[in-house]
């Protein structure tokens, strides 16, 4: 896969590492000359110029990327950027960089944001995923306002220990999509049981999140 990053700071170097390593082909865009640091990425193709500006897209060329990451410092950059690939280059999904949480609002398919990552928020909600049992903790928004990935840890007098996923009556719009259980993560089966102490992950649109609080933590 072809992953576009815009901004090559400390950012965008580290996803093009983690990247690189899992075998994509990577192309790291930046405007500053102090930013380009060929040694510190080497596998990767790196592009002194503009991501705002389309010309720099052309000889990026933007076309040919499966996936466009904006993680610029700049929070008008990274939308300027995600517009473009997505609007004039096609682009299948584009990841956005949220630096300031009073502009998450705008990180949306209005854009040509698929994903929204915001640093702010995702450590707060880490925060209280740590330290909340029984609780939902959104993790992360995909199309925002659609969907959200949502974790929570199933509290010990949870009426749903013992239950068969496939025996519960989920809200609509929601899918349980990971447990982690002693250290390992599982694909949950309808014949899986939820026990007490279980991280549950759900993707789930927002409207359905206090149903879905509701439902696991009902007594």
């Given amino acids: 896969m072809r992953v576009a990053i815009a901004g090559a700071g400390a950012v965008g170097r580290s996803i093009a590492q983690e990247l690189l390593e899992n075998g994509h082909e990577i192309l790291l865009i930046d405007k500053s000359p102090k930013a380009i640091k060929v040694e510190m990425v080497p596998r990767a193709e790196w592009l002194l110029a503009d991501a ?9 060329a933007l076309e040919r990327c499966q996936v466009v990451v904006a ?16 609007t ?16 998450e609002w705008l990180f949306n398919e209005s854009w040509g944001v698929d994903v929204a990552v915001s640093t702010p ?3 707060s909600a880490l925060v209280e995923e740590a330290v909340s049992v ?9 199309r925002q306002g659609e ?16 239950e068969r996923v496939g025996s519960v009556a989920w809200p609509r719009d ?13 694909v949950p089966s309808a ?8 991280e549950l992950l759900f993707v789930a649109s927002q409207d359905v999140e206090d149903e879905l609080a509701e439902l696991l933590n009902s007594r």
Avoid: Q, W
């Avoid at 004039?88 to 502009?103: D, F, L, Q, S, T």
């Fill in 147 to 162: 969907a959200n990935l949502v974790e929570l840890t199933l509290p010990e007098d949870a009426p749903l220990g013992g």
């Fill in 191 to 198: 014949d899986d049981t939820l026990e007490p102490g279980d």
């Fill in 121 to 123: 928020r995702l450590l």
């Fill in 52 to 60: 705002c500006e389309i010309a720099s897209l052309d000889d990026a």
């Fill in 88 to 103: 004039e280059y096609g682009v299948p999904r584009v990841v956005a960089r949220i630096n300031h949480p009073k502009n």
């Fill in 174 to 186: 929601t899918a349980l999509v990971a447990i982690l259980r002693e250290g390992r993560v599982l």
């Fill in 71 to 86: 993680s610029t410092g700049d929070d008008k950059a990274n939308l300027v950027v995600s517009l473009l690939a997505k």
């Fill in 134 to 142: 029984g609780d939902l903790v959104r993790l992360m928004t995909f």
